[in-house]
């Protein structure tokens, strides 16, 4: 976009930001708050599509989901106070996620300002950092183009993550006179040569490697130099938490993802390494099954941790090497480094995906719908490119475990476990990538938190398949329930509505499955109806996970507790 000098108003200055920061797309509910900002963008509609959600939080979760799926920074504009308040656990999500996000909000008056005004709330106390990696109030028109590049450049650079953006709505209809700036690009820290010699100096000493991936700020050139380096030293690759598609699962040194339902024989692996190069993930609870796997603050094995930000090392963990680096430079220079003369792991890693192969094997589940059988039968039936999005729930282990992921930015699931992701993010991911199958699995309770987005879907022409799980209860919280306070169940069930009546009263695509040999005709029904679909499966309360049964549960409890 052509750079302009001219008196503007700040809604126009800001618009103009972003279009010379190329955002193409908007997820918004509208507030009076921003009211020049929105006829600012009534000017730029042929250039930036802005989509109208129907709650704050789906909206931002939206935007969380399209910087995911693109690698650019995803953008949500809401309203002060209830609206700011509804979009935070998305803020949080992308923190957690390390997702670029950009969060505009509208604010009182200035004039207004600290007197407690109408939907009043400090936003750069709010959301300060932690929660975000910036949070900021623009007081002054003139300093918009300034402003939101160091905003796009702050949630784009290092680690990526969200940055709040607060917008007096005075300061909108204010006019005045500004340079405009320029297109902000990520900043990240660049591999060293020596830091190559450290890692290849590592490696040779090594018997027992395992490779970790995870983290944000991967692009597919990135994740296929690192598959690259994998292969030709014969590297174990494991992935940590909901970032299963940095590696394809199909290639012969994936061995499983470090996720809530993690194979016992990964974390034994884990604890087995004699070194583990960590590329890109925080190494959070989650990866490390409550900092169990790995010893605290030093571990007892090699570890050579890459990452993007200097803060993140030592941490939690002291790795023996730390490499500050982003991901494209790593993967590009380890990808060049000379294969290891010497391998003398190829047992070690042939064992750990022998390991992971195990696990594709489905457990003998009671009932006449098998989730296993339904993953799989997905997996067949849809391109190998298919987007998958994943809520939060007990649920989300059938696909984790038995879906093989092959391109990247092609799973999108909270690691901060929010639940109400999925519904909304497969709406987005649809929106990016109109051209590309999207799969979006839910549980019955994740999907009455954010499913109204499905009138989102239908307004705007996106079409995501929604696998909705139902057995009439917060699976995970009364999994736990039963492990930890046996025969004192309460506050988890759940009375829900007809799910296929819901689908088909927004407009979309609506069927419910009870049988294994129902689903496919249903399949083949909700692709063929060109339009958002909901597939409800009706599952088996007692198969409470993957593995186990509720009755295993109390049994084992049982026993425990008079042992």
């Not at 803020?91 to 957690?96: D, E, G, I, K, S």
Request: aromatic share 8%.
């Amino acid at each position: 976009m052509q750079q302009v000098t001219n008196e503007r108003t700040g809604g126009q200055i800001l618009i103009d930001q972003l279009l010379i920061n190329e955002v193409d797309s908007i997820f918004a509910v509208p507030g009076e708050s921003y009211l020049a900002a929105l006829d600012a963008l009534y000017g730029a509609r042929n250039q930036i599509k802005l989509i109208t959600c129907r709650q704050e939080g789906g909206a931002t979760f939206m935007a969380e989901a399209f910087g995911k799926v693109t690698g650019k920074p995803g953008v949500c504009f809401v309203t002060r106070g209830p609206g700011a308040c509804n979009a935070s656990i998305a803020v949080h999500t992308a923190m957690q996620d390390s997702t670029p996000l950009v969060l505009f909000v509208g604010q009182v008056a200035r004039n207004m300002s600290g007197r407690e005004a109408f939907q009043e709330i400090d936003f750069s106390k709010m959301f300060a950092p932690p929660v975000t990696k910036l949070a900021v109030q623009i007081e002054d028109p003139c300093r918009i183009p300034e402003i939101v590049h160091h905003a796009f450049r702050t949630a784009l650079s290092g680690r990526p993550g969200p940055v709040v953006v607060a917008l007096p709505e005075d300061m909108l209809t204010e006019k005045c006179t500004a340079n405009d700036g320029l297109k902000a690009s990520a900043v990240r820290p660049q591999t060293s040569p020596a830091q190559v010699a450290q890692v290849r100096k590592a490696l040779e000493k090594a018997s027992r490697p395992i490779m970790i991936l995870g983290g944000g700020g991967w692009s597919p050139e990135a994740c296929k130099n690192i598959e690259k380096f994998s292969v030709k030293n014969k590297l174990p690759t494991a992935v940590s938490f909901r970032r299963q598609d940095l590696f394809d699962n199909h290639n012969e040194f994936y061995i499983g993802d470090l996720s809530t339902g993690v194979d016992p024989a990964l974390s034994q692996r884990i604890k087995g390494a004699d070194l583990l190069l960590v590329v890109g993930a925080r190494m959070g609870e989650i990866t490390t099954q409550g900092y169990s796997v790995i010893n605290t603050p030093v571990p007892d094995t090699t570890m050579i941790h890459v990452y993007a930000e200097a803060l993140e090392f030592g941490k939690v963990f002291q790795p023996e090497i730390a490499v500050l680096s982003g991901m494209d430079s790593f993967s590009l220079e380890a990808s060049a480094m000379p294969g290891l003369e010497r391998v003398p792991w190829e047992d070690w890693a042939n064992d750990a995906r022998s390991d992971y192969l195990k696990t594709l094997e489905p457990d003998e589940v009671e009932g006449p719908l098998d989730p296993a059988f339904i993953v799989n039968l997905l997996q067949q039936k849809l391109p190998s490119n298919t987007i998958v999005t994943v809520d939060a729930g007990n649920f989300s282990g059938w696909a984790h475990r038995f879906w093989r992921f092959k391109h990247p930015q092609t799973e999108l699931g909270p690691t901060a476990g929010a639940m109400g992701y999925s519904v909304p993010a497969g709406v987005a991911a649809q929106i990016a990538r109109p051209s590309q199958q999207v799969v979006s699995f839910v549980g019955d309770g994740g999907f009455m938190m954010t499913g109204q987005e499905l009138a989102t879907a239908l307004q705007h022409d996106s079409k995501p398949l929604i696998i909705l799980f139902n057995n009439n209860m917060y699976g995970t919280i009364r999994m736990h329930q039963e492990k930890y306070y046996p025969g004192r169940v309460i506050g988890t069930g759940l009375s829900n509505p007809d799910f296929k009546s819901v689908a088909l009263a927004y407009g979309a695509h609506g069927e419910r499955v009870t049988r294994n040999e129902e689903f496919e005709p249903a399949l083949t029904r909700a692709l063929g109806s060109n339009k958002a679909s909901l597939i409800e499966l009706i599952t088996d309360p007692e198969q409470i996970t993957t593995k186990t049964t509720i009755t295993k549960l109390r049994t084992a409890a049982q026993s425990q507790a008079s042992s």
